[in-house]
C-alpha cells in the first residue's frame, strides 16, 4: 500500500510541475491567432482544465479585435472557445518559434 501512495505523490507532483510550466508559458505568451474553418481570430489564454481522461486541456477565449475581421463570424459558429491539448500548444510555439 505505501509503494501505491509513493507513485500517487510522484504523479501529482509530475502534474503539478507540468500544469506550472504551462501556466507560465501561457501567461508570458497569452495571445495566439488561430486559423479556424471561420477564418482567422486571435485569442487569449484563459485557463487550464482536465479532460475526462485526466490530459491536460488549455482553454483559450476568442478576442473581439478589429484587426480580425473574422471575429463575429467564429464567435457565431463555433463559440467563443477554443481547446488545445498540450502537445498541441507546445507544436503552436515551436512553430511560431521557426517562422
Not at 19 to 34: A, E, G, H, W
Not at 42 to 54: A, E, L, R, S, V
Not at 73 to 94: D, M, P, R
Amino acid at each position: 500500500m505505501r509503494n501505491l501512495d509513493l507513485k500517487k505523490r510522484d504523479i501529482v507532483g509530475s502534474i503539478n510541475k507540468s500544469n506550472s510550466f504551462f501556466k507560465s508559458l501561457c501567461n508570458d505568451s497569452p495571445f495566439l491567432v488561430i486559423n479556424t474553418p471561420c477564418g482567422v481570430g486571435k485569442y487569449k489564454f484563459n485557463k487550464i482544465g482536465y479532460d475526462n481522461d485526466d490530459k491536460m486541456v488549455l482553454e483559450y477565449k476568442l478576442v473581439e479585435d478589429e484587426s480580425y475581421k473574422d471575429s463575429k463570424n467564429i464567435s457565431h459558429n463555433l463559440g467563443v472557445f477554443y481547446y488545445l491539448s498540450a502537445t498541441q500548444l507546445l507544436y503552436a510555439f515551436k512553430f511560431y518559434a521557426n517562422s
